[in-house]
């Protein structure tokens, strides 16, 4: 029969209130006494009720993390890398950290803010799906603070953690420029995420503060996949005639390497070719791949720490945070 809070305290020869303080440190007991009890829980495998001491504490010491990776995506390398951050800076304060996937689906996404709810997490990190989202004001009926990483939410307010796209694409375009690149083609996933909408508008601006003129045709938007990187690519060298090409996630980016690729395109002689976020694989291709770095880790322990305040300071005005992201100059441009 598994032991019981009173076998501990008869093994430490102390009172089951002790033995509670001990778990919950409610109270000061002396380190002799504490190693006590400590040591006859060991003994006897005692483990505490983790959800009966939430409930009297109203604290699990538990955060949530929902992050939206579909199958077809190579964005889980990045939230990985977010998660890993998180997980760090929260071990670091005695907290544990509970992983959710929405597969970008705010179906998916609500029922688990429902699971978390039930689980009496302290605080949620969510990177929020291209809907709106004024439903949290009514599912978040418990007291936790949430932050949003990586996207800006529409309908809602919260503290945000986010990459400053807009700059790192914005210096980007104006290096292809500066290297003599006039058509320049744009390849991004669907506009509505602050992530594509952000690097859309950096992308613009340089354009126009170059002397350019915005021409549409020069820009392919679709559901971000492989076979639509590929695709868009295929258009812009065909049909459009590009000399460089900007592809403003890194699945459209594996696309559009496939296509310069297959077609025999010396790069960056025949067109050149930037891409977003860095990963191992951009260095040992041929050429090695220019991209606009993302510090997904450092995003990561930023949005755990932003929580942890919030968790202290519920009061606080809400803000949102950027962090810098970096052209790195390769060979492919």
Not at 75 to 96: D, P, R, T
Not at 122 to 134: F, K, Q, R, Y
Request: proline share 4%; with cysteine; hydrophobic share 35%.
């Amino acid at each position: 029969m598994a032991a019981n809070i009173k076998d501990v305290a008869r093994k430490a020869n102390v009172s089951t209130a002790t033995v509670s303080h001990v778990i919950n440190n409610t109270r000061y007991v002396s380190e002799e006494v504490k190693s006590r009890v400590i040591q006859a829980m060991k003994e006897l495998n005692y483990r505490p009720n983790s959800v009966a001491r939430s409930l009297r504490s109203k604290k699990s010491n538990t955060i949530g993390l929902i992050v939206p990776v579909r199958v077809e995506d190579t964005s889980s390398f990045f939230f990985m890398s977010v998660a890993q951050g998180i997980e760090s800076a929260l071990k670091k304060h005695g907290y544990n950290l509970l992983l959710s996937n929405s597969n970008e689906n705010i179906e998916y996404e609500k029922e688990q803010i429902r699971i978390f709810n039930s689980l009496l997490i302290d605080g949620l990190i969510i990177t929020p799906t291209a809907e709106e989202h004024s439903y949290l004001n009514e599912i978040l009926t418990t007291s936790y603070p949430v932050v949003f990483i990586d996207r800006r939410p529409r309908g809602v307010e919260g503290d945000c953690v986010l990459s400053d796209g807009y700059t790192g694409t914005y210096e980007a375009i104006c290096y292809m420029i500066q290297k003599g690149y006039k058509r320049i083609g744009y390849i991004s996933g669907p506009m509505g995420l602050t992530t594509s909408d952000e690097r859309f508008e950096g992308y613009k601006r340089a354009i126009l503060d170059n002397g350019f003129e915005i021409e549409l045709s020069l820009i392919k938007e679709a559901e971000a996949t492989y076979k639509n990187g590929y695709e868009l690519a295929k258009e812009l060298v065909n049909e459009q005639k590009v000399t460089a090409i900007f592809a403003a996630n890194n699945v459209m980016t594996i696309g559009a390497l496939e296509f310069l690729q297959e077609q025999n395109l010396k790069i960056p002689e025949d067109v050149a070719i930037i891409g977003f976020d860095d990963y191992e694989w951009t260095k040992i291709i041929s050429p090695p791949l220019t991209v606009v770095k993302q510090y997904p880790y450092d995003l990561g322990i930023k949005a755990a720490e932003v929580l942890l305040d919030r968790i202290k300071n519920p009061k606080k005005k809400y803000k949102e945070y950027r962090l810098p992201t970096k052209l790195v100059i390769r060979h492919s441009c």
